[in-house]
């Protein structure tokens, strides 16, 4: 089994280290893709593997075939490095999101079709133990009808994070390619996409959603929004909820409420970060945490090469999420926080809202949005 990593930073470091680590000696990893190799910080260690390094996906093929590439970079190269290594190939598991649009997520479908290679996308709560077995049950009907579903985050970022890398972190675009990176199409993805998921009608779908209404706000120095609320709809009139922010003062983990006609499911430091159902009947069913082993999804996606067995979660799983980002886009307009409530942390380098953090878990428990508390 030979696999091509695709990017060596960021979080592409767990990548690395799965595979340093990695003891199946049927496992080869044939080459990396990264022009910016030298700034890896695992350099040392995989140098001394000699695995060879390229800047190109092109020059890498021109010598070598893999049967899995994992491609960890920014979103905005997804779609073209995706279509690149089916058509050499190559199985793919690409980290989340799929890409900035849907014309490029179905221009990946259709790659896939030609190609006969799957895109696997990397929501690694999509291929978690915890959340697969939870799924399992609703889908036996164990929860009854899904009544609402809700979600919060509070994830404070420092100047740093927006000056990652390439310098794409909070960009609507980059030199005339859509990069729409914002906390809800990166850092928090992967929550906004596992209400979809979870009511997606078999094991590896995801629900549509209509009738989205959202406010979208910013603080740092960014051309995209740091803080977002959506409401939604799901096809069968589930009520969705998503509220996150990169500009409060305070971390909160990502917390939810998934309330069905018979069990209210549960995650969040009330339940030490265990997803929980109770049912109405006062019995309780712990599910674990979904953090459990982030890079099952890896390994997963090895096994279904082997197996020649569809992802869990794929193109077609995660576009609903695109859906919902490119509306943010196209109808949504920014609001700027005004300036005389946005403060500077000198310590940790960032910026934040005064009584933000405050307003967010307000509208969280009333389930509204921002907008709709900020004046009161």
Not at 17 to 29: A, F, G, M, P, Q
Not at 92 to 121: D, H, N, Q, S
Not at 200 to 229: L, P, Q
């Amino acid at each position: 089994m030979k696999i091509l990593l695709v990017g060596t930073g960021g979080y592409a470091v767990n990548y690395v280290n799965s595979l340093l680590s990695c003891k199946d000696s049927d496992i080869i990893w044939e080459g990396i893709v990264d022009p910016y190799y030298s700034a890896c910080p695992k350099k040392a260690e995989i140098d001394e593997l000699n695995i060879p390094v390229y800047n190109t996906m092109d020059e890498f093929y021109k010598d070598h075939s893999a049967d899995l590439a994992v491609i960890s970079t920014p979103p905005y190269l997804h779609c073209e490095q995706s279509v690149c290594a089916l058509s050499h190939g190559s199985n793919v598991l690409c980290e989340k999101p799929i890409a900035p649009t849907v014309a490029e997520g179905e221009k990946m479908l259709e790659a896939e079709e030609k190609y006969g290679k799957f895109i696997a996308i990397g929501y690694q709560w999509s291929f978690a133990k915890t959340i697969l077995e939870l799924k399992k049950d609703i889908l036996s009907g164990l929860f009854g009808k899904p009544i609402s579903l809700k979600t919060s985050v509070s994830w404070p970022r420092n100047k740093a994070y927006y000056n990652r890398t390439t310098g794409w972190g909070g960009k609507i675009s980059k030199n005339g390619v859509l990069v729409l990176d914002s906390i809800a199409s990166n850092a928090c993805a992967h929550y906004l996409h596992n209400m979809f998921f979870i009511l997606g009608s078999d094991i590896n779908t995801s629900a549509s959603v209509t009738d989205v209404k959202a406010d979208c706000f910013r603080a740092n120095d960014i051309e995209n929004f740091d803080t977002c609320t959506i409401k939604m709809k799901d096809e069968n009139d589930t009520d969705l909820y998503f509220i996150a922010s990169h500009a409060s003062d305070r971390k909160r983990d990502p917390e939810f409420i998934y309330e069905f006609e018979n069990a209210v499911i549960t995650y969040s430091t009330d339940t030490a970060k265990r997803v929980v159902a109770k049912f109405r009947d006062g019995s309780v069913k712990d599910y674990g945490d979904p953090f459990a082993d982030g890079m099952k999804k890896l390994w997963d996606c090895v096994d279904a090469v082997r197996e020649n067995a569809a992802p869990t979660c794929s193109v077609k799983t995660a576009l609903t999420h695109t859906r919902v980002i490119e509306y943010l886009y196209k109808n949504v307009e920014i609001t700027d926080f005004p300036r005389d409530i946005i403060h500077t942390d000198e310590k940790d380098d960032r910026i934040f809202v005064d009584g933000l953090f405050e307003k967010i878990y307000e509208a969280y428990e009333g389930t509204l949005l921002l907008s709709d508390v900020w004046d009161r």
